[in-house]
């Protein structure tokens, strides 16, 4: 497999919800959908099966049908790079190994996420094995779900690793972002998991990019939030990011569970799905709706702006 180069890595990188029928199948027609609303206006990556993707809560087929048909979606229009995290490293690399089946560009992994005694030597083996897969690996690091906080130096060893081609910092620790930027922002593409409401800061202090929850309903926007920080358009920029963070902090009050719920909330205000999550998500409250329903027209009347 051919190496992403850093510049492809740059833009936003649009993180895929997995959309859910009533019976809590998989709306397979809605996630196509989702993809389409992403490439067609202009999303530079495209990562399903991510954390807010709900990988955990799906079956392993499940895992493998919503990579295959997202790589059917986009279809070489955008970076497509999804997630196959998970505890046994024997799935992540029969995932990869799926992924890389279907036309994946790289694949975005955490470490193992059930064991809270991991070490750095066991973290950087584990990534060494999977990058003996042949496949480019965005690193992903999220101390809040792995319980396992990779620092600045140990990405740096990582990232010495054939097949390492990017870092997801989504741990929302400024001070340590800013230190593994400077430690390996020319080295390799750092990206900021925590989406626009890091992006200002990130993208200013040389992030190649940032994930974003809102690109499937608002993906103009959040495009054009990028362009704007790349062109050094502040005031813009500025007015934009007060915009977003009126939304992502309803959405980060009670953690990782409740910004799931709150985009799925956002597909229902959208028109693009329904708002059902799996187990152990709940949805959000019809009280909580209606707060998020308010924040949700001002995106909008941006969005239709553009």
């Known amino acids: 497999?051919?190496?992403?180069?850093?510049?492809?890595?740059?833009?936003?990188?649009?993180?895929?919800?997995?959309?859910?029928?009533?019976?809590?199948e998989i709306d397979e027609e809605g996630l196509r959908k989702e993809i389409r609303v992403m490439v067609d206006n202009g999303v530079q990556v495209i990562t399903p099966v991510g954390s807010?993707?709900?990988?955990?809560?799906?079956?392993?087929?499940?895992?493998?049908?919503?990579?295959?048909?997202?790589?059917?979606?986009?279809?070489?229009?955008?970076?497509?790079?999804?997630?196959?995290?998970?505890?046994?490293?024997?799935v992540v690399l029969d995932l990869i190994k799926f992924a890389k089946g279907v036309g994946a560009d790289?694949?975005?992994?955490?470490?193992?996420?059930?064991?809270?005694?991991?070490?750095?030597?066991?973290?950087?083996?584990?990534?060494?094995?999977?990058?003996?897969?042949?496949?480019?690996?965005?690193?992903?690091?999220?101390?809040?779900?792995?319980?396992?906080?990779?620092?600045?130096?140990?990405l740096k060893r990582l990232a010495?690793?054939?097949?390492?081609?990017?870092?997801?910092?989504?741990?929302?620790?400024?001070?340590?972002?800013?230190?593994?930027?400077?430690?390996?922002?020319?080295?390799?593409?750092?990206?900021?998991?925590?989406?626009?409401?890091?992006?200002?800061?990130?993208i200013l202090l040389g992030a190649a990019g940032f994930y974003s929850g809102v690109a499937g309903f608002v993906p103009k926007l959040s495009v054009r939030f990028y362009h704007v920080l790349k062109e050094g358009n502040l005031k813009e920029a500025r007015r934009l990011s007060d915009l977003f963070e009126k939304f992502y902090?309803?959405?980060?009050?009670?953690?990782s569970c409740k910004m799931i719920a709150h985009y799925k909330a956002g597909f229902e205000y959208f028109g693009l799905g329904t708002s059902i999550t799996r187990p152990p998500i709940l949805p959000i409250s019809e009280e909580e709706k209606e707060k998020l329903f308010k924040v949700l027209s001002l995106l909008k009347d941006e969005e239709k702006k553009l």
């Open 106 to 154: 790289a694949v975005m992994v955490l470490p193992s996420y059930y064991y809270s005694i991991l070490t750095d030597e066991a973290v950087y083996h584990w990534y060494k094995k999977l990058a003996q897969a042949d496949t480019g690996i965005v690193i992903y690091n999220n101390p809040g779900l792995s319980k396992f906080n990779q620092s600045p130096e140990l």
């Open 1 to 24: 497999m051919k190496e992403i180069s850093k510049e492809k890595l740059q833009g936003v990188h649009g993180l895929v919800l997995t959309p859910f029928k009533e019976n809590y």
């Open 249 to 255: 902090n309803l959405c980060f009050l009670e953690g």
């Open 52 to 90: 807010t993707g709900e990988f955990a809560s799906l079956t392993i087929d499940e895992h493998k049908r919503v990579i295959e048909i997202a790589a059917d979606e986009v279809n070489g229009q955008a970076l497509f790079i999804p997630g196959t995290s998970g505890a046994s490293q024997k």
């Open 160 to 202: 010495s690793l054939e097949h390492i081609v990017g870092i997801k910092e989504a741990h929302g620790n400024s001070i340590q972002f800013y230190k593994t930027l400077r430690m390996l922002g020319d080295k390799i593409p750092v990206l900021d998991g925590s989406g626009e409401i890091h992006g200002l800061e990130a």
